[in-house]
C-alpha cells in the first residue's frame, strides 16, 4: 500500500511524516457528511452472501422414522415407554443414600466399627513408613481413606440412583437439550457435495452446484429442483450432457419452473423439501398417543397424501388455516420444484393462498379472471366429455350405494353431444346444451340437418333416439337441463365458452408441474359452486389415470367438499393411490355425506382427521373405521396400613414424607380387554380446541394409529 493509502486509512489522525513545531492552527472543519443524519451508512463494498444457514439446513439429519413424524433434526424414542421414578422419590431417594453413606463413613471413622477396615492399610504399608511425619505414610494413609470413601459413595450412589439424577437434570441433559452444530459430514457423504453427479462422472456440474451453496446463490426449492432434474437423468428421460451444460450455464437458476419463481411470495408452515414434508402440528404428549410419537412434530408429505387426506370438523376448527393452506403451499412449492401439479378449490376469499402463488387462477363469476374452466376436460371424445359432465350435473341424484352410478344421464349426454361436435366441430355450450336438452326444435332441427348433409348415420339414429325419449315421463333430460340452468346465469355469462374466445384451463394440463387455484363462487350461487366442484373432482380423478408420468405427484385440494361425494367419487378416489395422485376432502360433518357411502369413503381414505367440535354421530363412524386394540386393563385396590407400634409409626411418617403418600397395601389386578381407541364420545368431548385426532396410512402401506395433534404447535 503507498503513503496515500495509508494516509487515507488513517483519516484524521496525525501524519506518520513529523512536522515542524509552529503555532497553534485553527481547529479544520469537518467535512460535509454524505447522507443525512440518522440514515444507515451503505458500504462501500456490499458484503458476500453467506450459504451457512443453507449448508446447515442441508446438512441436518433427517433419519427414518415412523409414518407422520417430522424428520428434519428427529431424534427416535424407543417405542416403550422407560419406567421414570417421579422426581420428588427420585431425590428423596439419593439424599437419604447420601446420608447413610455419611453414616457409615463417620462410624468407621470414629471407630464405633472397630478397626478392621485398616488392616489392609497395615499389611500394605511398610514398617519404616510408619515413622511420625513420614510423607509417605501420610500419602499412602490419605489415599487408602480417599479409596475406602470412594467405595461407599459408589455403593450409596447406586443404591440412590445418582446416575439417573445425573443423566436427567446433569450436563448430559443440557447437551441433548441445546442444539448441536457437529463437524461437516465427509465429502462422499456431503449432500452439499452433491455425490451422486460425482459418482456418475458430472463433477464440474457438482463444483458449481457445492459452489453457489457455499456462496448463499442456493435455495431449498433449488436444491429439490435439481435433484429432481437429476432423478430425470437417472432414469434416462434426459441426457447427463444437457443436464451438465445447463448447471454450467445457469448454475443454482438451472431447470427452472415454466414460470421462472424459485420460491413462493410467502411462506406460513414449515418446509422441508429434502423429504418432502410440511409440519402441521406437534404430536401431544398424551397416554393415548404411542410413546414413539410424544411430542414429536407431525408432517404430512405426498407419500401419505398419495392416500388421500380427509379432515371434518366444524367452522372455526381450523381445516382451511392448519390444514388446507400448510397443504397448498406444501405442494405449491413442490410444482416449483418439478415435482406435483396442484389444483386448489374453493370459495373466493377462502384464504386458500395468494394469487402470486399459482400460475392459473381461474375466478368463475369473476369477469376479471383471465383463465376460464372449460366444462369438458380438455376431452375431444364425447362419451368421455358425457361421462364427466352427467357426474358433474347430477352425480349427486344418483342411488347413494356404492354400486351405483349415473349411466342413464351419461348416455343422454353422449346422444346429444356426438352429434354437435359433429357438425360444428366443438361441444355445446351451456345455452346451447340447456337448449338441446330442453328439447328446442330450432337446435335440434339444425342438428339433424348437419348430419344429413355429411351422411352422419350413426349419429343420426343417437339423435332419433334422444327425440323419442323426450316424450317419455322418466326422461332424465329434464333433470339435466335443470341443472345446466345453474350454469345458464348472467354471473357465469362470460364463461365455459367453447368457441375458442377465451382461454379455458384443462385438468388436462396436469401432466405438467403446474400450479392452479379455482375459485368458485359459493356467495348467491351455492348449487353452480357445488356442480363445479363435482366437475373437477370428475375431471381430475379421470385425467390422472391417463397420464404417463406418474412420478409427478398430482393432487387437488377442495376446501369444502359439501355434496361432493358420490358413489362415483368414491370409485374414483380409490384409482387415485396406483395413478400417482391424491385429494384432500374437507367437510363439516359427515352428514353433507350420504349414509350408505360414509363407511366407504372412510374406507377409500388413508388419512382421516377428526378435528374438536366433532358431533357424536360423526364421531362414532370414525371410532368404527379405527376400530379396536388390546390394551392393559389394571384394578388396583389401596388399603391404608395403620402402626400399632412406635416404630412402625415413625416408619411410616418417614414413607410419606419420601413419597409423599400414606403407607398401603396394594392389591393390582392386570387383564387383557379389547377397547376402542377413540370413542364416539372421546372424539366428541375430549379433544381440547385446535387440536386434531389424526391416522395416517402411507403409499407402502405402513399405518400409524390414531393421534392426538395440537395443530397450533
Known sequence: MDSDGIRDARGTHASPVPRPAGPPEAPAVPPRPAQAPGAPQAPAVPPLPDGSAFLAWLRTPRPESLPGVWRFGHRPRPEEEPERIPARQLLSGALIAFLVGWLIWSLL???????????????MIPDSWAEPHSFGAVVAVYAYYALVAGIIMVGVGRLG??????????????????????PPPAPEEDPAAWPALRAAGAVDAAERLGADARSGLMRDVDHARISRAWQGVARGRHSLATFTGAVLRHGAGACPHPSGARDLPSRQARHDLVTGQVRIGTTADDP??????????????PELLGTSLLAVGPAGSGKTGAVVRPLAESLCLHALAGRAAVVVVGAAGAGIGQADAYDVVVRVGNPDSVYDLDLYGGTTDPDEAAAVLAEALVGDLADPHPGSDSRRSTTVLAQLLGPFRAVHGRFPGVPELRQLLDGAPGPLAELRQGLQETGQESLLRELDARERQMGHPGDVGGVLAD??????????????????????????????????RIDLPERGHADASRILAR????????????????????????DDASGV????????????????AGVVLTLRTLDDVPRPLRGPLLGAIGCRMALSGLTPWDGQDFAEVWGKEWTEARDVTDRQIIAETPAGKAVHMLRR??????????????????RERWSASELAHAVPAGHAVLSLTTVGGEHAPPLLVDLRG
Open 161 to 182: 440412583r445418582w446416575g439417573e439424577i445425573w443423566s436427567r437434570y446433569g450436563p448430559p441433559a443440557w447437551r441433548r437439550a441445546a442444539p448441536g452444530g457437529g
Open 288 to 301: 393415548r398417543n404411542p410413546y414413539a410419537y410424544r411430542g414429536t412434530g407431525l408432517a404430512l408429505g
Open 483 to 516: 341443472r345446466v340452468a345453474l350454469l345458464d346465469r348472467p354471473a357465469f355469462a362470460s364463461f365455459f365458452d367453447t368457441s375458442g374466445q377465451s382461454r379455458p384451463f384443462s385438468l388436462k394440463a396436469l401432466d405438467h408441474p403446474v400450479r392452479v
Open 565 to 580: 361425494i358420490t358413489p362415483e367419487a368414491v370409485r374414483g378416489v380409490q384409482r387415485l393411490r396406483s395413478a400417482g
Open 109 to 123: 471413622w470414629n471407630g464405633y466399627l472397630g478397626g478392621w477396615w485398616l488392616l489392609p492399610l497395615y499389611a
Open 657 to 674: 414424607v419420601i413419597t409423599g403418600k400414606a403407607p398401603t397395601a396394594r392389591a393390582v389386578t392386570v387383564r387383557q380387554v379389547e
Open 535 to 558: 366437475l373437477v373432482l370428475a375431471q381430475f380423478t379421470a385425467s390422472v389415470s391417463v397420464r404417463e408420468d406418474r412420478s409427478l405427484f398430482a393432487c387437488l385440494v377442495l
